[in-house]
């Protein structure tokens, strides 16, 4: 407890100070939103950008050709799978995969608990994409849109496993980084896409994805929170009881539909491509 205690005062005096290091978007996804940002920009303009990362490139065709955008005919190339995604898509998509790149660290038991929380983002962005593909509501959600914000859903734990990196010898301890993440990582994450200039709706979730469900009324938040219940990175236990509460707004089709065999071959493809 006092370990903890001196630990969220070192964070807390940084954030008074305005001294706390806050992770920057990376460049390719600083690239690719100025861009997107051009009335006239083009497909080929955003292709002679994201080509400059071949790791990157060759996930934008993994992902034209998984069970969320894949058709008869299979892309071969970076821009055919743009052409496929779509212009308005490809930043979200793209800034999106890009958070992988923060998740990076030397310290084993750091490195492993960044990888553990990218996993955690990865599930939770294909699970929402599943279940926006199989939504039709009149609410109008978009799955690129769930998708950046589920790809930026762990943001808050950054600063503090790159604060028990810097304190290794003190800090570095699975339970306790798990515990500092629980009580704020929310917050840290409004204070990030506040400062990435994100919009209202992507900082308020969030800020509140991981906590209590209080409404099942179609949102982006309602719908990642199933996410979450459904791939266990949500604290709320999945029961028959707060699934039917899913399925009587519409986000979820039956309580047994995610343990369907064609939806777990959807969720796989997709989460395949994303890792």
């Known amino acids: 407890m006092a370990t903890k205690k001196a ?14 290091k806050l992770p920057t978007l990376p460049d390719i996804a600083i690239q690719v939103e100025q861009a997107a940002n051009d009335p006239d920009v083009s497909l080929q303009d955003l292709n002679a950008i994201i080509a400059r990362d071949p790791a990157l490139s060759a996930r934008m065709v993994k992902l034209a050709n998984s069970a969320w955008l894949g058709r008869a005919v299979r892309v071969e190339s970076l821009q055919q799978a743009l052409t496929r995604i779509g212009l308005w898509q490809v930043r979200n998509i793209v800034v999106g995969l890009a958070m992988e790149q923060l998740f990076e660290a030397k310290n084993d038991i750091v ?57 290794a010898d003190t800090f570095a301890n699975p339970t306790f980084i798990n515990d500092c993440i629980a009580s704020v990582a929310p917050s840290l994450s409004g204070m990030i896409l506040k400062a990435w200039k994100f919009a209202d709706e992507q900082i ?23 996410a979450g219940v459904l791939t266990e990175t949500h604290s709320s236990q999945r029961s028959e009881a707060l699934l039917s509460c899913f399925v009587q707004t519409g ?25």
Request: glycine fraction near 4%; charged fraction near 20%; aromatic fraction near 8%.
């Open 204 to 226: 308020h979730v969030g800020e509140h994805w991981q906590g209590a469900i209080v409404s099942f009324k179609p949102s982006y938040l309602s719908i990642i929170q199933l």
């Open 251 to 275: 986000l979820l089709p039956a309580p047994n539909w995610w343990e369907q065999e064609h939806v777990q071959a959807e969720y796989k493809s997709i989460l395949e491509a994303l890792s």
């Open 111 to 167: 490195r492993r608990r960044m990888q553990e929380c990218w996993l955690e983002s990865v599930k939770l962005t294909a699970a929402v994409v599943v279940l926006l593909k199989n939504y039709d509501g009149k609410v109008r959600l978009h799955q690129h849109t769930a998708a950046l914000m589920t790809m930026t859903s762990q943001i808050g734990a950054l600063p503090v496993l790159t604060m028990a990196e810097k304190h």
């Open 7 to 20: 630990f969220l005062s070192i964070l807390e005096n940084e954030i008074s100070q305005d001294t706390l």
